[in-house]
């Protein structure tokens, strides 16, 4: 079961109603900055989190201004359509509410998960970086830890990301091994335990270098595990081994 951290208490509670009835995930933006595109990122986590899970989600972003360049940015980085939170009316009877904000934003009753600032190195915001590797950048930290965003992170994340996506090419032609129970199982406790990305992450970098997992297995845990991270770590199939 998934749980996350209620800014308003301190206090971890289930982010899934006990019925799994709809829950709906409120992203809220100030603008089109870097902060807000990590709100909107962690809501998108937080949206496939849940339906891993099997929780119906109703996902909305509700901001003042610069919407569309928010949701651009946002469907770059592998954010899946949010709905107009301004049009959400009396709702539809969900039987969660769980808001997503930056620190010290304000947002309705209901759950509230507070996301830390993220800040450009200088000379500023990434020019031509491939929007997957700045995701993987922001998923390597904690979302209440701020971060600064520059050359040395993302040069990491690219060398990380592109070594993943060959490798997943080339375990694709290996024969098919299922995911392996227990790390299943280190997967979901890690990403069921305030969406800890990073720890998702670990869990790919020990998997990597197993000697002793088969490559079948391996393509089977990092597409499993992608489903969660939104890393399109599948893109190279089909290229030669």
Do not use: C, K
């Amino acid at each position: 079961m998934l749980r996350i951290t209620d800014a308003r208490t301190g206090e971890p509670v289930d982010a899934a109603p006990a019925r799994r009835g709809l829950t709906r995930v409120e992203a809220h933006a100030r603008g089109s900055g870097p902060t807000d595109l990590r709100v909107l990122l962690v809501a998108d986590l937080l949206v496939r989190a849940l339906e891993l899970g099997g929780t119906p989600v109703w996902a909305l972003l509700t901001g003042e201004g610069q919407q569309a360049e928010l949701r651009a940015a946002g469907a770059a980085l592998g954010v899946r359509p949010f709905e107009d939170g301004r049009d959400s009316g009396a709702g539809l009877g969900e039987a969660q509410v769980l808001h997503v904000v930056s620190e010290g934003g304000e947002a309705p009753d209901g759950v509230r998960l507070t996301v830390a600032p993220v800040h450009w190195e200088a000379p500023g915001p990434p020019g031509d970086t491939d929007p997957a590797v700045l995701r993987l950048a922001l998923l390597a930290h904690p979302r209440s830890t701020p971060v600064t965003v520059g050359p040395a992170a993302l040069g990491d994340a690219g060398d990380t990301l592109g070594r993943w996506r060959r490798a997943v090419a080339a375990w694709a032609h290996r024969p098919s091994r299922p995911v392996p129970d227990p790390v299943r199982a280190d997967l979901r406790a890690a990403w069921e335990d305030d969406l800890d990305t990073a720890g998702v992450l670990n869990v790919l970098r020990a998997v990597e270098t197993d000697p002793d997992m088969a490559d079948g297995a391996r393509f089977e845990t990092y597409a499993y595990a992608d489903r969660m991270l939104g890393l399109d770590l599948t893109r190279d199939l089909g290229s030669p081994p």
